[in-house]
């Protein structure tokens, strides 16, 4: 069936080290792909997508480009903050948005 | 001005007891949700609504019951509750008629405990 798999954390990096979360899903046709934020204590929030292949969703600083080829969505960021310790979720729309298990990232000052 | 909004944030009550949990956007969207969350941030859908009408309904014991008054509201009522639902109950809304949609906009969360 469709589903969404990122990898598992909590993944731990330093203030300013290169991100990458990694996630792939399994899906019918080319779904939209997203990058959904919960920091703490707060509800999810987008914080990118991309709608078809090869489209690139960013923000924040954030990159994640749609990979029709090996059905990935790979969040990046080339210089992490305190600020980005939060979940992230990768997540696709079928019929209804299917979320990824989460990844906890903390950054260390 | 919060888009959705859900009561209580907090909520500890016993098991077998019945409880509800409130949310409204002012977002005019046309679709809300629940999801459940549970303690290890794991996220699942319970419900969907589009336009007041029952559009998904996961695998979710009929203890559960959504209710939609009107598309700015959907409210959650749990009877018999149970340790196992203790978990953070998150509200969220989209605008479905739009083609690259797909954007939810989520509460704040509420809190559930059951002793």
């Known amino acids: 069936g469709n589903s969404v798999t990122q990898m598992e954390g909590p993944v731990t990096l330093s203030e300013e080290a290169f991100l990458t979360i990694n996630c792939t899903y399994t899906?019918?046709?080319?779904?939209?792909l997203f990058w959904y934020v919960q920091y703490p204590g707060e509800g999810l929030q987008l914080l990118l997508k991309?709608?078809?292949?090869?489209d690139k969703g960013s923000n924040k600083g954030f990159e994640a480009t749609y990979r029709k080829e090996t059905t990935s969505f790979h969040l990046e960021k080339g210089s992490v903050q305190v600020s980005d310790s939060a979940v992230y979720f990768c997540?696709?729309?079928?019929?209804?948005?299917?979320f990824g298990k989460g990844t906890r990232l903390h950054i260390l000052p | 001005d919060t888009a959705v909004s859900q009561t209580p944030k907090y909520l500890v009550t016993q098991m077998g007891n019945d409880k509800s949990i409130k949310c409204e956007q002012n977002?005019?969207?046309?679709?809300m949700y629940w999801y459940k969350q549970d303690s290890k941030k794991f996220l699942k859908i319970m419900f969907s609504?589009?336009?007041?009408?029952?559009?998904i309904n996961e695998t979710v014991p009929n203890r559960f019951s959504p209710k939609s008054p009107d598309k700015a509201h959907l409210n959650l009522h749990i009877n018999s509750l149970e340790l196992g639902d203790s978990a953070v109950y998150f509200c969220?809304?989209?605008?479905?008629?739009?083609?690259?949609?797909?954007?939810?906009?989520f509460g704040e969360g509420s809190r559930l405990t059951v002793l």
């Open positions: 969220a809304s989209s605008q479905e008629d739009l083609a690259d949609t797909g954007e939810l906009f």
């Open positions: 899906a019918t046709g080319y779904p939209s």
């Open positions: 991309a709608t078809k292949a090869d």
């Open positions: 997540a696709f729309r079928d019929d209804k948005i299917i």
């Open positions: 977002l005019g969207h046309d679709t």
């Open positions: 609504y589009n336009n007041k009408e029952l559009i």
